[in-house]
């Protein structure tokens, strides 16, 4: 699941992921992608030319770009830790007891990197989202037996705006074929599409997301199951162009 993601500045093209105390100034990247001490992993990234997205993830998450480091590291509290090299930036979290955790780290582009993925203490599972034929979505690592929970599935789809028709699709169709323990969980479930909607969408207005929501909702009560890749390009079309 997602725990945390920030943009993050850095005067310097590097950011630092690992544990909160400080990092050994014998550390250094020395023209790689990324370089690595016990307790802290160096990334090369874009720098000052604009902010890197880093997400952090807890147990399972994307398996997207290049991974540049998997390998145990030693965190001195319960968190771990994004700065940059100045500390003009950081943010935390935690993700468990002190002490060693395997983590994972992929790069958008190696060496120039805009988009950091941070999975600390992933399984060895891999699993292929829900998606729509044709409108296919990156895997993900560490899924316990192949096997995800729906809300954890859906905020996985959910969890940027690249590729926005193949998410949306992809969500709509979860939900559909989902069957939701009780009613407040399926809305919950919309819930959250209507909040990604929103971030798609700045400009859009919350009551104008709901109502958005609303129709997916509708749509799906009177749908039949077997049509769901269709019915889910639809709605999600006209969604989109809705928010745009």
């Known amino acids: ?4 993601s920030a943009d993050v500045y ?19 990247l020395n023209g790689a992608d990324a370089a690595a001490s016990g307790a802290h992993v160096l990334i ?7 902010l890197v997205r880093v997400s952090l993830w807890k147990g399972v998450g994307p ?6 480091f998997d ?4 965190l001195a509290d319960q968190a771990i830790a994004v700065f940059d090299v100045e500390g003009l930036t950081r943010f935390s979290s935690t993700v468990g007891i002190r002490g060693r955790h395997r983590v994972a780290i992929s790069v958008d582009d190696p060496g120039f990197a805009s988009r950091v993925d941070v999975i600390v203490d992933a399984g060895q599972g891999a699993h292929a989202l829900t998606a ?4 296919g979505l990156f895997e993900v690592c560490g899924a316990v037996g192949g096997e995800l929970e729906p809300s954890d599935e859906l905020a996985l789809i959910l969890s940027g705006h690249d590729s926005p028709m193949n998410r949306l699709a992809a969500a709509i169709k979860l939900i559909g074929e ?23 969408s700045p400009g859009l207005s919350l009551t104008d997301s709901r109502m958005l929501g609303a129709m997916i909702e509708e749509r799906l009560q009177r749908e039949v199951l077997d049509s769901i890749d ?11 162009r809705r928010a745009a």
Not at 44 to 50: E, I
């Open 1 to 4: 699941m997602k725990i945390g």
């Open 63 to 68: 398996r997207t770009g290049k991974i540049v």
């Open 71 to 74: 390998d145990d590291l030693i």
């Open 10 to 28: 850095a005067n310097h093209p590097i950011i630092v992921v690992g544990s909160a105390g400080n990092v050994d100034d014998r550390l250094a």
């Open 178 to 200: 989902s069957p939701a323990p009780r009613p407040a969980i399926r809305s919950f479930w919309i819930r959250m599409v209507v909040e990604w909607i929103r971030w798609l």
């Open 44 to 50: 090369a990234t874009r720098g000052q030319a604009a």
């Open 132 to 135: 729509v034929a044709g409108l």
């Open 230 to 240: 269709a019915v889910a390009v639809e709605l999600a079309s006209e969604i989109l």
